[in-house]
């Protein structure tokens, strides 16, 4: 237990930096087109997707049940912030190299105001790493993609 706190701790001290919940720049980026399921791509979920993918918090709001069949990384976004503009691009080379062996989703926080109330995201880009046995972790801010390695190799698929 211990030991996975601490690695967290250092993921989110790796972190560059974040973007508070309330500001915006009117500075749109254009949303990649949706993948289907996996496919070496990140897939965007609406809020009715996630609570059938990832955790369904309405059925289950006292237990955490991961609803997939591979780990997961979440990223928690807005399309005004530029430390998420900093990660998309990662986390899509990580979608194609980890294909087949864990899933990467992402939620506009602007769309799915709801979704992100429930988690209780405040700072973006928010990373909720979710491995296949256990409790997720979050982790807040832009990561560089060895660390997101790392978290997927020795958390997500305990390699």
């Not at 918090?57 to 928690?76: L, R, S, T």
């Not at 105001?113 to 928010?126: C, K």
């Amino acid at each position: 237990m211990n030991k996975t706190i601490l690695f967290f701790l250092a993921l989110v001290l790796a972190a560059t930096t974040a973007c508070g919940r309330g500001s915006s720049n009117n500075n749109p980026v254009k949303e990649e087109t949706m993948a289907t399921e996996g496919n070496g791509k990140v897939i965007h979920l609406t809020k009715a997707e996630f609570l059938a993918k990832v955790y369904n918090f309405e059925k289950n709001p006292e237990e955490w049940k991961y609803e997939g069949d591979k780990p997961a990384i979440v990223d928690f976004y807005a399309d005004w912030c530029g430390p998420c503009k900093m990660v998309a691009p990662i986390l899509d080379e990580l979608a194609k190299e980890y294909d087949g062996q864990i899933v990467i989703y992402k939620v506009d926080t602007e769309k799915e105001q709801e979704l992100a109330g429930a988690f209780g995201i405040r700072s973006i880009p928010s990373i909720l790493f979710i491995p296949m046995e256990g409790k997720p972790e979050m982790a807040q801010g832009a990561m560089p993609k060895a660390s997101f390695k790392k978290a997927i190799d020795e958390f997500l698929l305990k390699k």
